[in-house]
Nanobody
Framework: QVQLVESGGGLVQAGGSLRLSCATS????????MGWFRQAPGTERDFVAAITSGGTTTYYADSVKGRFTISRDNNKNALFLQMNTLKPEDTAVYYCAAGPRRLLSTDYSRRGSYDYWGQGTQVTVSS
């Protein structure tokens, strides 16, 4: 049974930082593309960042580029998202997701490209 469990969310002031983690089990982690998505109330679940299976290539939404960093530890089956200079508009539930090893560059940002999802962790940024 595949499990993805996010942690590290919380309440932070604007300009602050948080580091999200996603612990995985039941899958060969190093064979999967991994991604972070987020969903604010009343909105769709949007792409945040993705990283290839070997960790050599990363992709970011324009809204987080330069502030967020995605990384992975294939020895620990874990995914991370370092979030700096947080803004109130970053407030959302953040989800990690696992997808196929090979994706077209245009597919990393698509929800439908990912097979497994975590339950999410709440991030709230106060102004």
């Amino acid at each position: 049974q595949v499990q993805l469990v996010e942690s590290g969310g919380g309440l932070v002031q604007a300009g602050g930082s948080l580091r999200l983690s996603c612990a995985t089990s039941g899958l060969t982690f190093s064979s999967y593309t991994m991604g972070w998505f987020r969903q604010a109330p009343g909105t769709e679940r949007d792409f945040v960042a993705a990283i290839t299976s070997g960790g050599t290539t990363t992709y970011y939404a324009d809204s987080v580029k330069g502030r967020f960093t995605i990384s992975r530890d294939n020895n620990k089956n874990a995914l991370f998202l370092q979030m700096n200079t947080l803004k109130p508009e970053d407030t959302a539930v953040y989800y990690c997701a696992a997808g196929p090893r090979r994706l077209l560059s245009t597919d990393y940002s698509r929800r439908g490209s990912y097979d497994y999802w975590g339950q999410g962790t709440q991030v709230t940024v106060s102004s």
